[in-house]
């Protein structure tokens, strides 16, 4: 099946830094990518959805200025947490659309605030 | 109320055994119909997925959905200790490129 690919994996990081995370489709172009954050022992809770060439939609509660997003080609989105803060600790997984329809999702990007 | 419902679990049941994990949703909107498994620290995989109401099967899975119930269902057969994970429902209004509702995961555990 296709390939998305995370990167960081893991990242750690001190208080009021910021961070980059790397969503790539590595065989298909994605003309759409989501960006979802999980909470240990919970579900994946939608941040927003990145569309190629333009601004991200964001979910109600999601601070579009802390967490930055930039969808600058088919095969590549990134989140940037800006300012980062322990609260921001969380696994950030993102997916992307391929032309059959189906979602691939990345392997996850795992961040720790110090 | 959550717009979809899974109970967390753990479950753990012996090799073999037959699993049966169940959703609950209330947006009667939603067509599609999807089971993701996700191993520890990784992204989730589609297993099945599934529009409206029916049943489908592959291999060991059996994915079943019931609309007039708002109840879908994922039965694993001959369960193995590669398939303890952790199994996420997932769906959505519409198929390709939409965002989708996830349920909160089930961890699974198969015992040798």
């Known amino acids: 099946g296709a390939v998305v690919s995370q990167h960081p994996s893991w990242v750690i990081c001190k208080s009021g830094t910021s961070v980059k995370i790397e969503c790539r489709s590595l065989d298909f172009q994605a003309t759409t990518m989501f960006w979802y954050r999980q909470f240990p022992k919970q579900s994946l809770m939608l941040m927003a959805t990145s569309n190629e060439g333009s601004k991200a939609t964001y979910e109600q509660g999601v601070e579009k200025d802390k967490f930055l997003i930039n969808h600058a080609s088919l095969t590549l989105s990134t989140l940037t947490v800006t300012s980062a803060h322990p609260e921001d600790s969380s696994f950030y997984i993102c997916?992307?659309?391929?032309?059959?329809?189906?979602?691939?999702f990345g392997e996850g990007s795992r961040l720790t605030v110090l | 109320q959550k717009e979809v419902e899974q109970d967390p679990g753990p479950l753990s049941v012996p090799e073999g055994a037959i699993v049966s994990l169940n959703c609950t949703y209330s947006?009667?909107?939603?067509?599609?119909f999807m089971w993701y498994r996700q191993y520890s620290r990784k992204g989730p995989e589609l297993l099945m997925y599934t529009y409206s109401s029916g049943n489908k099967e592959d291999g060991r899975f059996t994915a079943q959905v019931d609309k007039s119930s708002k109840y879908i269902s994922l039965f694993i057969r001959d369960s193995q200790p590669s398939d303890s994970a952790t199994y996420l429902c997932a769906m959505s209004e519409d198929f390709g490129n939409e965002k989708l509702t996830f349920g909160t995961g089930t961890r699974l555990t198969i015992i040798p």
């Open positions: 997916s992307a659309g391929a032309n059959t329809g189906e979602l691939f």
């Open positions: 947006n009667s909107a939603f067509q599609y």
